[in-house]
């Protein structure tokens, strides 16, 4: 019996919709060729939460040609008040269903529902709202060396875009990458995750309740070997933009080749917090809880190393031990006050739990978890207690590895020098945060660090008008603000003869 395109679903919390399990195509759901599906997994639980149909080949091709054609027929000749006004109205429905969706992205990913999910959809909110402000001020420029000429530029949308997100913030993710390519003036067939594909698509269907004409936007289930190798690969895609891990990201730059994509990649991590023996310790041991447990830490910008200057090194674990201990709280996804979930799939679970295996092999001391957490409800779930690992050294697996989950590696040091060398020694370099009341060192560290982005005196703040995005093997290129817009349009050059003589 094949799968229907929508069945009815009640969550856990009482709230009732429908669920779309098609490929969104021009507006509508249809079934992929194959008829192929792929299942949904419950974090907490371990049972399916429900299948979608699962893109391929095919099925990509299908996409881009909607896309393509609503590129050329409609999209590129909307005007940036329309492209703002549409976005907007994208962004009015999702706010009036905060709570509903908030729900459907905490079952779906592990995000606990309120004190996690439904921020995402705040946040994704804000990242349509204001690119919807930006989609009617792209702006060229007139270039004046030549009286004879007229020089100008226009920034034109490169067309069709391939977007590829990851499982960590299904919605939030889809936003950044969508809000500017449809700013502008791109149309985009965009990939969700194999994990957590089921809230996008419920998505999927606002662009066309908000008037988004048919083919603008596509969302795309499928596995990554099939369906995200198609739309990277394909001739006419113009631009792919990736979230995801680094191997994937070096497997994406490759295939993009083909066609000489434009490409940006938002790659792995492994941020230091350097803890210097000026800093307030109390504020530090709250940032580099929110650094490293919000979203089960499984956050590419997370600040999982953890360096401590030695004179205040116990005292600095005692009060992050505790800290943690009161105010990160673990529990199912619909339990109001759990703050911890479970982690999104039994795969990642499993990684985890090898990790710190690895750690505790490699001699480090567990300061606290160092295990699954498998109490009361939690007892079929992905649940992994927040692990705090001390004693770290430089050349641990878990000091250099990306880990993705709740667990932290603690070390020490002695001066600024040798915590810099520290610091940029992994093949990472997206975040890096750094703990003092010194001004002028802040600002050298920040200089040194090799990082996109540098927090000093917090930890993983982020915000839609600022840049983000990583160096070395963290990534290529930036997401929001208008640096992340920017990504999104290409320059071309006009030359107008003024004197009409050679
Ligand atoms: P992943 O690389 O396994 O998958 C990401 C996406 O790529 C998925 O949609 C997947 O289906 C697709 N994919 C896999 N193989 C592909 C292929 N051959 N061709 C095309 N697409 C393919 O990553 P994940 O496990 O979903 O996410 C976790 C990783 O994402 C972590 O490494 C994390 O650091 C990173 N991440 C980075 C950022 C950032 O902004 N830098 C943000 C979130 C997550």
């Given at each position: 019996?094949?799968?229907?395109?929508?069945?009815?679903?009640?969550?856990?919390?009482?709230?009732?919709?429908?669920?779309?399990?098609?490929?969104?195509?021009?507006?509508?759901?249809?079934?992929?060729?194959?008829?192929?599906?792929?299942?949904?997994?419950?974090?907490?639980?371990?049972?399916?939460?429900?299948?979608?149909?699962?893109?391929?080949?095919?099925?990509?091709?299908?996409?881009?040609?909607?896309?393509?054609?609503?590129?050329?027929?409609?999209?590129?000749?909307?005007?940036?008040?329309?492209?703002?006004?549409?976005?907007?109205?994208?962004?009015?429905?999702?706010?009036?269903?905060?709570?509903?969706?908030?729900?459907?992205?905490?079952?779906?990913?592990?995000?606990?529902?309120?004190?996690?999910?439904?921020?995402?959809?705040?946040?994704?909110?804000?990242?349509?709202?204001?690119?919807?402000?930006?989609?009617?001020?792209?702006?060229?420029?007139?270039?004046?060396?030549?009286?004879?000429?007229?020089?100008?530029?226009?920034?034109?949308?490169?067309?069709?875009?391939?977007?590829?997100?990851?499982?960590?913030?299904?919605?939030?993710?889809?936003?950044?990458?969508?809000?500017?390519?449809?700013?502008?003036?791109?149309?985009?067939?965009?990939?969700?995750?194999?994990?957590?594909?089921?809230?996008?698509?419920?998505?999927?269907?606002?662009?066309?309740?908000?008037?988004?004409?048919?083919?603008?936007?596509?969302?795309?289930?499928?596995?990554?070997?099939?369906?995200?190798?198609?739309?990277?690969?394909?001739?006419?895609?113009?631009?792919?933009?990736?979230?995801?891990?680094?191997?994937?990201?070096?497997?994406?730059?490759?295939?993009?080749?083909?066609?000489?994509?434009?490409?940006?990649?938002?790659?792995?991590?492994?941020?230091?917090?350097i803890i210097r023996a000026d800093a307030?310790?109390?504020?530090?041991?709250?940032?580099?809880?929110?650094?490293?447990?919000?979203?089960?830490?499984?956050?590419?910008?997370?600040?999982?190393?953890?360096y401590i200057h030695e004179s205040v090194y116990?005292?600095f674990?005692?009060?992050?031990?505790?800290?943690?201990?009161?105010?990160?709280?673990?529990?199912?996804?619909?339990?109001?006050?759990?703050?911890?979930?479970?982690?999104?799939?039994?795969?990642?679970?499993?990684?985890?739990?090898?990790?710190?295996?690895?750690?505790?092999?490699?001699?480090?001391?567990?300061?606290?978890?160092?295990?699954?957490?498998?109490?009361?409800?939690?007892?079929?779930?992905?649940?992994?207690?927040?692990?705090?690992?001390?004693?770290?050294?430089?050349?641990?697996?878990?000091?250099?590895?990306?880990?993705?989950?709740?667990?932290?590696?603690?070390?020490k040091f002695s001066t600024d020098?040798?915590v810099?060398?520290?610091?940029?020694?992994?093949?990472?370099?997206?975040?890096?945060?750094?703990f003092t009341?010194?001004?002028?060192?802040?600002?050298?560290?920040?200089?040194?660090?090799?990082?996109?982005?540098?927090?000093?005196?917090?930890?993983?703040?982020?915000?839609?008008?600022?840049?983000?995005?990583?160096?070395?093997?963290?990534?290529?290129?930036?997401?929001?603000?208008?640096?992340?817009?920017?990504?999104?349009?290409?320059?071309?050059?006009?030359?107008?003869?003024?004197?009409?003589?050679?």
């Amino acid at each position: 019996m094949s799968l229907p395109l929508s069945y009815e679903v009640t969550l856990p919390d009482g709230q009732k919709f429908t669920q779309p399990s098609g490929l969104f195509i021009n507006n509508e759901f249809v079934k992929s060729k194959s008829g192929k599906t792929l299942d949904s997994i419950n974090p907490s639980t371990g049972e399916v939460n429900g299948s979608v149909y699962a893109a391929e080949e095919e099925d990509v091709d299908i996409a881009v040609a909607a896309g393509r054609k609503a590129f050329k027929t409609v999209w590129k000749k909307t005007t940036g008040v329309k492209r703002g006004q549409l976005l907007n109205k994208f962004a009015d429905i999702l706010e009036s269903r905060r709570d509903l969706i908030g729900a459907m992205e905490a079952w779906d990913s592990g995000k606990t529902k309120a004190q996690n999910a439904v921020f995402d959809i705040d946040e994704t909110v804000a990242v349509f709202r204001y690119y919807a402000g930006w989609a009617d001020k792209i702006q060229g420029r007139v270039i004046q060396n030549n009286p004879k000429t007229l020089a100008y530029t226009v920034h034109e949308p490169f067309g069709v875009c391939g977007q590829i997100i990851p499982w960590n913030y299904p919605i939030l993710m889809a936003s950044w990458k969508l809000a500017p390519a449809l700013a502008a003036g791109n149309v985009v067939v965009l990939k969700s995750s194999e994990i957590t594909p089921l809230s996008i698509l419920y998505l999927a269907q606002i662009f066309k309740e908000a008037g988004f004409p048919p083919g603008t936007v596509s969302i795309l289930s499928g596995y990554g070997a099939t369906c995200g190798k198609a739309l990277t690969s394909h001739l006419d895609v113009d631009k792919v933009a990736f979230t995801g891990s680094t191997a994937t990201g070096k497997v994406i730059q490759q295939l993009a080749s083909a066609n000489l994509k434009a490409v940006t990649l938002e790659c792995g991590g492994k941020s230091p917090l350097i803890i210097r023996a000026d800093a307030d310790l109390e504020q530090a041991a709250k940032w580099a809880a929110i650094g490293i447990m919000y979203n089960q830490g499984q956050v590419c910008t997370s600040t999982s190393r953890i360096y401590i200057h030695e004179s205040v090194y116990d005292k600095f674990l005692q009060l992050f031990a505790d800290h943690v201990t009161s105010d990160y709280k673990q529990g199912p996804m619909f339990n109001d006050d759990a703050v911890v979930g479970p982690q999104v799939s039994k795969q990642q679970f499993e990684k985890i739990l090898s990790y710190i295996d690895i750690g505790k092999s490699e001699g480090a001391r567990v300061v606290l978890g160092g295990e699954r957490n498998a109490e009361g409800e939690m007892a079929k779930g992905f649940f992994v207690k927040p692990t705090i690992f001390a004693d770290v050294t430089p050349k641990m697996r878990i000091v250099n590895e990306e880990i993705f989950g709740p667990v932290v590696a603690c070390g020490k040091f002695s001066t600024d020098e040798e915590v810099l060398e520290y610091a940029n020694q992994t093949q990472y370099g997206l975040g890096a945060s750094i703990f003092t009341k010194d001004i002028t060192v802040a600002h050298e560290m920040a200089s040194e660090v090799e990082a996109g982005m540098v927090w000093i005196n917090s930890s993983n703040d982020s915000d839609h008008h600022v840049p983000f995005g990583g160096v070395k093997m963290s990534g290529v290129g930036r997401e929001l603000g208008e640096y992340g817009l920017s990504t999104y349009t290409q320059a071309k050059a006009v030359f107008v003869n003024l004197s009409n003589k050679l």
